[in-house]
């Protein structure tokens, strides 16, 4: 066995958490086999297994708990390698994502260079046209989490208008999206709001995440508000 799946295994036996491990049952439908381990723990290893020998660490992972698929996840988030091979280790790994800690994790820990934002950006734009429920809301949080821009808004609230698909974690994500694009612009959100495509959930959804953000101003809050479809 290579030495640092030991460590893993180590790891996770020494931080293993039962009552925690019952919460995150309870906190993350979906989340199957886990140990209880604490993220920022994960977060700490992934970061020095990033500086080893992973690819071997790769190879051997079962990806039965969840601690270890989101450990080989932040890994791809934190190893020294170009954007091209970072890319095509992130495209073996969303298939294994079943869960939205696991989801959401990963894609606000995956940073990049400013000169590989517009790769990056097409990438995650792949994953709009994907199936799987998972597949469309890891491209809606890649987008919501790097590029809420100057430069994305318009691209960003057109693939937001047209996602048709109400599947809840697709649809939470969607409107923590909007929620997010409102604050950071308003006026163009609200148009989307009031005469988008996407269904009466999403939008009710992402207006309530506004109303409740401590990021938006108080008329901002109001205005949203007029903007509910009943």
């Known amino acids: 066995m290579n030495v640092l799946y030991e460590d893993f295994i180590e790891m996770a036996d020494k931080n293993a958490d039962e009552k925690y491990r019952e919460f995150s049952i309870k906190l993350t439908p979906g989340i199957g086999k886990n140990a209880g381990v604490r ?3 994960l977060k700490k290893f992934a970061r020095e ?7 071997s660490f790769f190879s051997e992972c079962r990806n039965e708990l969840y601690e270890e698929r989101l450990v080989r996840g932040l890994i791809i988030c934190y190893i020294k390698a170009d954007i091209e091979k970072r890319l095509g280790l992130l495209r073996e790994f969303i298939p294994l994502i079943d869960n939205w800690a696991l989801c959401d994790i990963v894609c606000c820990a ?3 260079k400013n000169g590989e934002s517009g790769r990056v950006f097409e990438f995650v734009k792949q994953y709009m046209e994907k199936n799987g429920e998972f597949e469309k809301r890891f491209a809606v949080v890649m987008l919501l989490s790097h590029f809420i821009d100057d430069e994305h808004i318009d691209e960003v609230l057109e693939l937001l208008n047209n996602i ?3 599947r809840f974690y697709v649809s939470m994500a969607a409107a923590w999206a909007l929620s997010m694009c409102y604050i950071k ?17 999403t ?10 953000s401590r990021r938006a101003a108080d008329d901002a809050k109001n205005r949203a508000r007029s903007y509910r479809i009943g």
């Open 185 to 201: 612009y308003e006026d163009r959100t609200a148009e989307l709001l009031k005469n988008g495509k996407p269904d009466r959930e």
């Open 49 to 55: 297994a990033a500086k080893g020998d992973w690819e």
């Open 110 to 112: 995956f940073k990049f």
């Open 39 to 41: 993220t920022p723990v």
């Open 164 to 166: 048709d698909d109400s």
């Open 203 to 212: 939008v009710n959804r992402a207006i309530l995440k506004i109303i409740q």
